[in-house]
């Protein structure tokens, strides 16, 4: 049995990078445009 369950209060985040945001004007998100982002992405986490 586990007796850390820490993941009972925790929050868990998922990002989908290829809606997110799109660095090179293809209409993909890449990993670029998430990185652009990533003060935004801890502004509300």
């Not at 660095?23 to 670029?32: E, K, L, M, W």
């Amino acid at each position: 049995m586990i007796s850390d369950l820490w993941y009972k209060n925790a929050i868990i985040y998922s990002l989908s990078v290829e809606t997110f945001m799109d660095s090179n004007g293809d209409g993909v998100g890449d990993f670029v445009g998430l990185l652009r982002r990533l003060d935004y992405l801890q502004a509300w986490a």
